[in-house]
């Protein structure tokens, strides 16, 4: 017990996160412009509205989205869910994002609340049915209409639209709630052809400000041409592997929006799902969102460590999903992690108690647990348990160095399969507890 | 921001919980003797191993058990299992339990070291397959099996035994790990004839010593008369509205056992699942066995709260418990009650993803959910969501008051049925991530 203090003091040590992970130069897809700025829903003339508009018009665009399956939809995915129904997502060129109220469990007149700004932006760009919206902040409060129709004026009477990084990374901002740093990421890939494409992700989450909870928001756009069924069933397949995987404290929020906007600004032929680079195409994507997603869990809430949960060789991925789910949602493991300890009973137990769909996937006696050192200090693995075995010489010592690294890697072998799944999640500390047992203010 | 530090601190206070959770005296059932000592598995010389033995031999006695549905079962929880399959829970007459070693992932030599231990108590008393066993503490490590057999050898050597008040608190004190008070209830109820029979339950968790994970034990005595599917059946039922209805955090043991002997030591015919009176007995086991289950909520691992999750009028007693239990467990909500903040999003939000069986349990619309004062303090209910509408002008300072209360009750009500949950849970502390965070010592 005596030496705990100290290590919990150290395991406190904050990383300077805005300077590892903010980039400082970015590239941009064509055709798109972003503007933001400070409605005055947020106190201190933060930023908190922002739109993201398509402006090439040489063919339709195409957009995709996976939205929250909590069965209290906040306004803005319900009126999101509806656009995209009506028009197969074709021709959506643009998105609202706001942050500092949630417009959820705002009923009907939330719902008005959220068509009125989806109204006033389609007038503005000479368009229908073409804007999504994600708001992200307090929930059961109503939006500050007069705030909003006015900054969105701002926006377009002034121009206020560009495509250049600052732009960008003031968008990125301004869908902030306690995140500690905007997330932001671009990439650019090619085709068979040698064609270069772009892509742009925008990610926030996971902070709250009370009276509210966690909202994960995300977008990614490119200057990709490619069909709106394609997109979605690229998104869908990305977001499995990537925004699905990720954990701070396993509540899952009444706002969570991921959707991907492609407008085909690149003037190649159009991809289908049958095309030859589709499956290239997805796997760049998942890659893509995979980084954006990571930064969520790498800002978690009072997180000292980033973790990744990599589950191999199950017989289904759906169970691999599960069992590294399980694992890092585990309030035990967490508060392990936090202090450094080694306690592998600890993910053996979560790992036991997964509510599996086929329990085919686990088998005692084939089980491999190990930490890995995600540094270059060796050795690399840590075997922990061996073919369900508990190692009784663990180098306790290099237990805790790899457990002192402020991102590693908790490898869980099932053996019973060839399906893998990783998943990312940080640990629970003090300050968790901390800024979550907060008065709302 | 400001005022946290204060109420955190203030939500601090312990409470003197051995003072108002340990009685002084108690009732205790015809026909067993208990024993207990200091086996040398723990150190400081504090109890870790007990016995408890039926001498009433007038009857075969009754024995009954819910064991864990972890997939990774200490070799007790196998043991135990075998010999109740083997006799089909009829003439158990001894339980022996020991904690500081769960005997958990011990592999095939740990199931050994089980059939050992309950042999040598078989042969002690003179019987065959009438040994059931339960262990707490660390895991992956064996049973220091000179220590746990010379130990049971002293008990019965030197006769230990007695039916006394102190000998029954011993024995609820031997099983105990990070427990900061021993857990134990009785109680004497009455069927039609009138006749008296006797109740005793002993219960343990939630804590743990590293490196292992939090054991709940219980097991309740009684000498009422039972066929033992009678006695099954009521059990499951009972433990399904008691020990399956609280949480501490969400993790499941390895080792959880809940497990009830029957002797009929008062001589009245005995009752089967078709005695007018089965009901009422099950009645009475049901509400003993939420005492006892409470008691471990009370006891958990850096709580100032007890916390009662009333989940009513539900179309299926299913998914009022799993919405219950998605409460209790969410990170979100366990870290406001901890702060004492009022933060109903929360609630709702985990509300909305529980995972039904029958997502007509659930209508947004119908909602309503309250704080519920447990002292006498008027209003006693205040009411945050109305029909799925949130209660804006909610009285702030009435609700810091019931937040403060070290006992408090949020019901939520479905009104989709009439069926009904109470789940019984506690606050996240920093207490809480320093204990778990803690190194193995």
């Known amino acids: 017990m005596r030496a705990t203090k100290c290590i919990l003091q150290s395991a406190s040590k904050t990383l300077d996160k805005y300077a590892l992970f903010v980039p400082k130069t970015g590239v941009f897809p064509k055709g798109y412009e972003v503007a933001s700025l400070a409605s005055g829903v947020k106190k201190n003339n933060a930023l908190d509205l922002g739109i993201i508009r398509n402006v090439n018009k040489s063919r339709k665009s195409s957009a995709a989205a996976v939205f929250t399956t909590n069965r209290f939809k906040a306004a803005p995915v319900q009126f999101s869910r509806k656009v995209l129904d009506a028009t197969s997502g074709e021709g959506i060129d643009a998105i609202v994002v706001n942050s500092g109220c949630a417009n959820a469990v705002t009923g009907e007149l939330g719902l008005q609340d959220a068509g009125k700004v989806a109204t006033q932006v389609n007038e ?23 705030k909003i129709t006015g900054g969105i004026q ?3 009477g002034q121009n206020k639209f560009s495509s250049d990084f600052d732009s960008w990374l003031k968008l990125a901002k301004s869908i902030c709630t306690t995140d500690t740093f905007p997330k932001l990421i671009s990439a650019k890939f090619s085709l068979s052809d040698g064609t270069e494409y772009t892509l742009v992700g925008i990610s926030k989450g996971a902070g709250m ?4 909870m966690a909202t994960l928001l995300g977008f990614i756009v490119t200057d990709l041409p490619i069909k709106s069924s394609a997109l979605q069933t690229m998104l ?6 990537s925004f699905n995987c990720i954990s701070v404290d396993g509540d899952m929020s009444t706002n969570d929006t991921i959707c991907m906007l492609a407008n085909g600004a690149v003037d190649t032929p159009v991809i289908d799902e049958s095309s030859s680079d589709f499956k290239k195409v997805s796997s760049q994507v998942t890659e893509f969102s995979k980084q954006l997603a990571q930064l969520v869990v790498r800002d978690g809430e009072g997180a000292t460590k980033f973790v990744t949960v990599n589950v191999k060789n199950s017989a289904e991925f759906k169970d691999a999903r599960t069992i590294a789910e399980t694992i890092a949602n585990s309030m035990l493991v967490k508060s392990a992690l936090y202090g450094q300890d ?12 997964s509510k599996l769909g086929n329990y ?4 005692e006696s084939k089980i491999n647990v190990s930490f890995i050192a995600t540094d270059n200090s060796t050795p690399r693995e840590l075997k922990l348990i061996a073919n369900g075995v508990p190692q009784l010489d663990i180098d306790e010592s290099r237990a805790s160095e790899i457990l002192s690294l402020s991102d590693l890697e908790v490898l869980v072998d099932l053996g019973t399969g060839s399906e893998d799944c990783q998943f990312w999640t940080c640990d629970l500390s003090h300050e968790y507890v901390t800024i979550n047992g907060d008065y709302r203010s």
Do not use: H
């Open 342 to 353: 080694a306690n592998w009973g600890r993910i053996l137990c979560a790992i036991g108690y």
């Open 209 to 212: 400000i009370c009276p509210n």
């Open 236 to 241: 869908t397949g990305a977001v499995t592997r």
């Open 360 to 363: 085919e996937s686990l088998d």
């Open 154 to 156: 701002t926006l377009f």
């Open 124 to 146: 503005l760009i000479g368009e229908k049915n073409s804007t999504l919206l994600m708001s992200t902040g307090v929930i059961g409060q109503r939006l500050q209409m007069d």
